[in-house]
């Protein structure tokens, strides 16, 4: 299915992991796309992989500047925008006690003030295509807590609301406002400290898939919100958790 042919995308922390997931199912969906994100060989080596329907842009999501010049190059070079995906993130996991206020700043800082920065910084631009949709990536975790994950928790459960808050302002502008909630995907992320793929699906056994998720799960979800197949979705919470918060 090609769902989104003549559509042109920014994927955020495109260069591995979910947002990867996602520019590879863009891309089969028939999107243009760029790879927005602080790795500069990754995104470059997937933009080269996928051919000249994706470019590769250096961006930090906590800097404006950083958004306005990746929104004009993506303008330049295929035209328009109609869709953003919100997907960079950061996680530390670590009790309470043991965290700096940096760590817990920065945490908010990439996660949802990076959400909020590109969300505004994206209007003009959704709008002078005639439209579209923002996909924020929010978590299981920003809809019921995890232990020993404060600042991750409380940035996602902020996407959420920011997110629901920017749904109903920019609907009637004619642009699509959703979040999907992702639950344990096998990512760089989720194996910081060397977690295997099998250590990683043991933790998930005791919920309905008995297994983690792919980034190709949430890239098909996202595909989905991107498409006019959800043309009434607005301010939709979509979970792709295999069952984790059933
Ligand atoms: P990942 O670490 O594999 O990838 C994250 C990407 O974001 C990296 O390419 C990184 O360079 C980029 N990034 C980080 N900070 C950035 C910044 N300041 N500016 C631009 N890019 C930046 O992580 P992932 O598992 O693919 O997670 C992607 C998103 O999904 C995150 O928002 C994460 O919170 C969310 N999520 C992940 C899981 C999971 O189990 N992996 C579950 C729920 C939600």
Redesign the pocket.
């Known amino acids: 299915m090609r769902r989104l042919e003549n559509k042109v995308a920014i994927v ?9 997931g996602i520019v590879r199912r863009f891309v089969e969906e028939g999107a243009r796309v760029v790879i ?4 500069e060989a ?1 995104g470059r080596a997937l933009a080269a992989e996928l051919g000249d329907v994706t470019a590769f842009e250096t ?4 800097s404006r500047a950083d958004w306005d010049r990746v929104i004009a190059a993506t303008e330049a070079r295929f035209g328009k925008v109609d869709c953003l995906v919100n ?5 530390i996991f670590k009790a309470l006690d043991d965290l700096t206020e940096e760590e817990m700043r920065r945490i908010i800082e ?2 949802l003030l ?1 959400t909020m920065i590109g969300t505004q910084a994206i209007v003009p631009a959704i709008e002078r295509a005639g439209g579209g949709t923002i996909i924020n ?5 920003g809809i019921s807590a995890a232990n020993g994950l404060s600042p ?1 928790c409380a940035s ?1 459960f902020g996407v959420r609301g920011f997110s629901q808050s920017v749904a109903l302002e920019l609907g009637p502008r004619g642009i699509r406002v959703n979040t999907i ?10 194996n910081q400290a060397g977690v295997t793929r099998e250590m990683f699906d043991m933790g998930f056994k005791i919920y309905p898939a008995q297994r ?2 792919d ?1 190709a799960d ?1 890239g098909a979800a996202a595909a989905f919100l991107a498409s006019d197949d959800a043309r009434y979705c607005i301010g939709t919470e979509l979970s792709v958790d295999g069952g984790l918060n059933a």
Do not use: F, Q
């Open positions: 955020t922390g495109g260069a591995r992991g979910i947002g990867e927005a994100d602080l790795l990754e961006l930090n999501v906590t997907n960079a993130g950061i996680l990439v996660n990076g990536m929010s978590s299981a975790d991750y996602k909630h992702p639950g344990g995907i096998y990512t760089p992320l989720a983690a998720g980034p949430i």
